[in-house]
């Protein structure tokens, strides 16, 4: 009985840490999921310009990788339910360090040009924006494969890296001044390039297994207690 009653606590226990409604994830400071405040902040990619090369900064701290939460048992809201049961961080922004002046007709782009992941897992990049904005976020899939452009406002941008597998991933980009419309590079203009990485926490276990443990604890005491 001992430890039928310990594996329902265990079980309720687990229930009430699940979130009970639907809520925003946390903000991108907040998503560090190693349980150290120290490791928590925004990390942003300082991008300049000197009007001929652009160059990229990845800030430290927070260090590097950093750690996903993980989103196993949380109930988002829809436009971010993308999240829920995967490992999530949004701690990297794209930051101007001086306001960028790009060419006539012409923008910045920033581009996937590699990626590293568990075998067998994958790691999205869904759009965010400013951190305090987050009901504005859209959400969209970015960066889906090396090569695609992604036109960037020059407004601080905090996307959120999707992980659905422990493990280590990292993913690498090329910055540069394209055509404001095709994306195109400009000849005669330096690119950047940034590589994030991310590392995903211990997965915890799951009530079933707490709950099989409880019991073969119980059996043992009882065994050895006789």
């Not at 969209?140 to 890296?161: F, L």
């Amino acid at each position: 009985m001992k430890a039928i009653r310990f594996c329902i606590l265990t079980f309720t226990l687990l229930s009430c840490a699940v979130v009970a409604s639907a809520q925003l994830p946390p903000l991108p400071p907040m998503t560090n999921g190693d349980g150290n405040p120290a490791n928590n902040g925004m990390k942003h990619i300082m991008l300049s310009f000197d009007g001929t090369d652009l160059t990229a900064h990845v800030d430290e701290p927070p260090a590097s990788p950093v750690t996903m939460m993980s989103g196993h048992g949380f109930d988002f809201d829809a436009a971010f339910d993308v999240l829920e049961d995967r490992y999530f961080n949004s701690q990297h922004g794209w930051l101007q360090g001086v306001p960028i002046v790009p060419p006539q007709d012409s923008d910045v782009w920033i581009r996937r040009t590699s990626a590293t992941m568990p075998d067998g897992a994958t790691l999205g990049v869904f759009e965010g924006g400013m951190g305090m904005e987050m009901n504005a976020w859209t959400m969209n899939e970015i960066h889906t494969e090396a090569g695609t452009p992604w036109k960037w406002d020059r407004m601080m941008q905090h996307d959120v890296y999707v992980a659905d597998l422990p493990g280590e991933y990292s993913m690498s980009f090329e910055v540069y001044l394209g055509d404001s419309t095709t994306g195109e590079p400009l000849d005669g203009y330096g690119s950047a390039t940034a590589t994030l990485y991310f590392t995903t926490p211990v997965p915890e276990p799951d009530a079933a297994v707490l709950c099989i443990a409880a019991g073969a604890m119980g059996f043992w005491y009882r065994k050895f207690r006789g």
